[in-house]
T-cell receptor
């Protein structure tokens, strides 16, 4: 069973640049989630999709952040005009639609803003 | 405000003994609780969960207890093994149709041989 895959694992960029991350969920998982984790904190919810529909967005997801899941399979998270405060681990998770099923996480993309 | 709190940043136990990790929450609408384990440079790994309508769930060496009146849950690991050394996160689902998980800050468990 292939787990959640995230690419790239690490991204270093200069402030003001745009970055895009990709997440491939566990096959047949209809739900896909994005979280952000900073040092010493637990993951914080950003947004989630059921199939291609984005059903919930956190207030943390500012105008500079956009997530897509165009065909209900992989998802991308784009951050425009990156800021120092965007430095974090970006985690993707997936789960089936069945009630009471846990979210399974990928190993994340670590973003460092210079 | 932090809705899920893990008040112990770290815990150290001897191999073979019991590890008890605690978690408190404030939102009575949470309907599902989970524990995740995280090793460095890896994503969180699901361990065990419990529905808000239950008070105990057991899976091998891991047992989760839920006390709704106290808004408290705990994870028991018996017997503890050195490979259990990791950061443990408590998480709660907000319910009401939301799938959002709210996480605590984590407790670093060290199991000494």
């Amino acid at each position: 069973d292939t787990g959640v895959s995230q690419d790239p694992r690490h991204k270093i960029t200069k402030r003001g640049q745009n970055v895009t991350f990709r997440c491939d969920p566990i096959s047949e998982h209809n739900r896909l989630y994005w979280y952000r984790q900073t040092l010493g904190q637990g993951p914080e919810f950003l947004t989630y999709f059921q199939n291609e529909a984005q059903l919930e967005k956190s207030r943390l997801l500012s105008d500079r952040f956009s997530a897509e899941r165009p065909k209900g399979s992989f998802s991308t998270l784009e951050i425009q005009r990156t800021e120092q405060g965007d430095s974090a681990m970006y985690l993707c998770a997936s789960s089936p639609v069945l009630s009471g099923q846990p979210q399974h996480f990928g190993d994340g993309t670590r973003l460092s803003i210079l | 405000d932090q809705q899920v709190k893990q008040n112990s940043p770290s815990l150290s136990v001897q191999e073979g003994r019991i590890s008890i990790l605690n978690c408190d929450y404030t939102n009575s609408m949470f309907d599902y609780f989970l524990w995740y384990k995280k090793y460095p440079a890896e994503g969180p790994t699901f361990l065990i969960s419990i529905s808000s309508i239950k008070d105990k769930n057991e899976d091998g060496r891991f047992t989760v207890f839920l006390n709704k009146s106290a808004k408290h849950l705990s994870l028991h690991i018996v017997p503890s093994q050195p490979g259990d050394s990791a950061v443990y996160f408590c998480a709660a689902r907000t319910g009401g149709g939301s799938e959002k998980l709210v996480f605590g800050k984590g407790t670093k468990l060290t199991v000494n041989p």
